[in-house]
């Protein structure tokens, strides 16, 4: 499945609308029941309302009612023109923040496929985000 969802990230980030950075990034979601979700990054001149594309995908996923669902994750992109960069493309802190929400939410250290010009490297959420904030900090 892993090739599959990375090859759907791939193609969410052709889909990216970033104008001012010209780096286009792609999310997709695997689900318990084998189907793929994904989102692609979406600027704004006013670059805080930004949306990067694992949070656009985590967000339809919840609009769909499937947030509960997600078992994996995979995140493609590099500049524009470039399907991939040398080096993997792991999801910022903002994302790893989110993803982390999910991930508690289904109590799985998800596995988050980050892809490369020579393929992928998997991570667990935990290693990239280790002593995280969530919903248990909350006491």
Do not use: W
């Not at 994750?73 to 470039?82: D, E, H, L, R, W």
Request: glycine letters at 10%.
């Amino acid at each position: 499945m892993s090739d599959r969802l990375i090859a759907a990230a791939i193609e969410a980030a052709q889909h990216a609308y970033a104008p001012y950075s010209d780096f286009h990034v792609g999310a997709a979601l695997e689900l318990d029941d084998g189907s793929i979700v994904t989102g692609a990054n979406f600027e704004n001149a006013s670059y805080g309302m930004t949306l990067c594309a694992e949070t656009v995908a985590i967000a339809k996923a919840n609009s769909d009612g499937q947030l509960r669902k997600i078992v994996a994750i995979a995140v493609a992109g590099g500049p524009k023109g470039t399907a991939l960069g040398a080096d993997p493309i792991t999801p910022c802190g903002r994302c790893r923040q989110i993803i982390k929400e999910v991930a508690d939410l289904v109590d799985i250290d998800l596995p988050v496929h980050c892809a490369h010009e020579g393929g992928y490297v998997t991570y667990r959420l935990s290693e990239l985000l280790p002593h995280g904030f969530g919903p248990a900090s909350l006491g």
